[in-house]
């Protein structure tokens, strides 16, 4: 288990135990930083992060890490996303959700409307599917990517256009795992009169807005994200809500909240050292390792977990060439040794 430290000063009793992963559900309004700073609030301590923040207007989990969890972040950058996006149909906007300014885009007429949904939406159904895979994507303009070192978004509030050629060099290759459409309703609105809903497995650092966007084009009409959603972070899902964090910390129950970190290294390989090992690695030593090694990349550098009897020790490189003894370096001591 993850060696947790008292925190002193006023109301110390209820917050004895601040280091985790808190799994939060935002609602729609705050910012991911401003959740931090209730979380750092709450619980009484400055060393809090969250792994993958949310636009203002989305919803869903943030998964925030408290005092020396905030060592893990790290190591969830490479975590598959899951959302629901709900999306209308109808106009194109500058930030590709429902805050921004339209900026194209048209109805579908009754008759292209009907086409769409016939033999249960096998067109909406097949533009969805077209969307999985490796893609290559560009940022949009109302983003946090920096530019020259501004944000994107800084260039759009000032009316701004950025030098295209960089901007065009922001593209990232994202993939997206599964695409599914989930259901639509008519709205009844005759400038956007088809709301639908698709749920989304992506790789890190895609935009799921954009790929709303991106399908409405597909379809002739153009869409923004009217919600968004985000349902899974790695292996995380659920959340508690801002209401019911305050609730729990007034009840002195915060401290039961946090998960232990190791729960974020469970895609990384496992080593089991011994409790000399341990102390060797803790103390900045490389080690060969003889015992049963799990299978890493043939005479690549592979990052591991550590563990020793007494738990998690932190995360190593295991280097591994042919016919030699595996090398085992810290990258990160995330538990003290003594």
């Known amino acids: ?14 917050l004895a135990l601040a280091d985790g992963i808190l799994l939060l559900r935002k ?23 969250h792994a993958g923040s949310l636009d203002p207007f989305a919803t869903g989990l943030l998964v925030v890490c408290l005092g ?13 996303k899951r959302y629901l996006a709900t999306l209308r ?43 999985q895979g490796t893609v290559s994507q560009l940022p949009p303009l109302h983003s946090a990517i920096k530019l020259d070192g501004r944000p994107l978004y800084s260039y759009a509030h000032r009316g701004e256009e950025p030098d295209r050629e960089r901007y065009e060099a922001k593209r990232r290759l ?11 309703r008519l709205t009844g609105i005759a400038a956007e009169p088809l709301e639908i809903a698709v749920a989304y497995h992506v790789s890190k650092g895609t935009y799921v807005r954009t790929l709303v966007h991106d399908l409405g084009l597909s379809l002739g009409f153009g869409a923004y994200c009217l919600a968004l959603e985000r349902t899974t972070v790695g292996p995380y899902s659920g959340g508690i809500s801002q209401a019911g964090l305050e609730a729990e910390i007034a009840a002195g129950r915060g401290a039961g909240l946090l998960l232990d970190p190791a729960s974020a290294l469970g895609h990384l390989p496992v080593i ?19 015992r049963p090694l799990p299978d890493t990349a043939g005479g690549q550098p592979e990052r591991v977990q550590m563990t020793d009897p007494r738990g998690l020790l932190g995360v190593g490189i295991l280097t591994r060439g042919a ?3 595996p090398i085992l370096r810290a990258e990160r001591i995330l538990t003290a040794r003594g």
């Open 1 to 14: 288990m993850w060696p947790l430290s008292p925190r002193r000063g006023r109301n110390s009793d209820r």
């Open 27 to 49: 609602d729609r309004g705050p910012t991911s930083f401003d959740l931090v700073a209730l979380v750092r609030r709450l619980y009484q301590t400055r060393r809090v992060g």
């Open 68 to 80: 020396r969890a905030t060592a893990v972040i790290r190591y969830m950058e490479d975590y598959d």
């Open 89 to 131: 149909l109808g106009r194109t906007t500058t930030s590709q959700d429902l805050t921004g300014e339209t900026t194209g885009g048209r109805p579908p007429d009754a008759a292209e409307l009907a086409a769409l949904l016939a033999d249960g939406g096998r067109a909406l159904r097949a533009a969805i599917d077209a969307q």
């Open 174 to 184: 994202v993939t997206v795992h599964g695409a599914q459409l989930v259901g639509w």
């Open 272 to 290: 089991e050292l011994s409790t000399e090992q341990g102390r060797r690695i803790a103390h900045g030593q490389t080690i060969p390792v003889s």
């Open 323 to 325: 016919g030699e003894t």
